[in-house]
């Protein structure tokens, strides 16, 4: 290969690499409240998992064409370790994921540690500070959410609530069960208090 064909692949590659990087970037931060390893599921991440794994093909490529007297070598070796950098972001993130969930996800496996009557600080202790949480306005009741994780990548759109009423767990599942819609017999109880309110009114006047 000549020289001056060899330099303007090994800058191309560069060139490439750095592309990837820059829309790995992007990617990891286009979505708030969103990891990379949950973005790499769209088609622009496939995309960019694909690129990874070509670009230090090419490098290997361009270097075993390179002869070893070739001044343009040293540049061909930098471009290979160049083209190397997006793959190992790549396989880092995949490889942090399996250490443990993200913050505010759980794993669909270990959802079942959390069990009827324990508090809320044991529900953190056992599957970790969940994504968010709600609750009324004394805080009788309180729900957490958290969002479960698949075991490779990818979202799976599916939430995990833990409801609880005077900080203890009551129930807890993937289904939203209308846990701040008042029952029946909430209701009767309101009017019935209102009603004894306006009697107790009516007798002191």
């Known amino acids: ?97 399996q250490f443990g969930p993200l913050p505010g996800h759980v794993y669909a496996k270990d959802t079942i540690k959390v069990s009827n009557g324990m508090t809320r600080a044991q529900v953190v202790e056992r599957i970790g500070e969940p994504h968010g949480w709600t609750g009324d306005t004394n805080e009788h009741k309180v729900r957490l959410w958290y969002a479960i994780q698949p075991p490779w990548w990818g979202r799976s759109g599916q939430k995990f609530y833990v409801n ?19 029952d029946l017999f909430s209701i009767l109880e309101s009017i019935r208090r209102s009603q004894s309110n306006s009697t107790g009114r009516s007798g002191t006047n």
Request: aromatic letters at 8%.
């Open 164 to 182: 609880l009423v005077d900080g203890k767990v009551v129930h807890s599942g993937s289904n939203d069960d209308g846990f701040f819609t008042p």
């Open 1 to 97: 290969m000549g020289t001056s064909r060899s330099k303007q692949l090994s800058v191309l590659l560069m060139l490439l690499t750095c592309l990837c990087l820059w829309w790995l970037m992007l990617l990891s931060g286009s979505v708030k409240g969103l990891y990379l390893i949950e973005l790499l599921d769209c088609s622009l991440g496939k995309t960019l998992i694909t690129a990874s794994l070509v670009l230090p093909i090419l490098g290997f490529g361009f270097l075993k064409r390179v002869k070893q007297a070739d001044s343009d070598r040293d540049l061909a070796v930098l471009a290979l370790f160049l083209s190397l950098l997006p793959l190992i972001c790549v396989i880092c993130t995949f490889i942090s994921a």
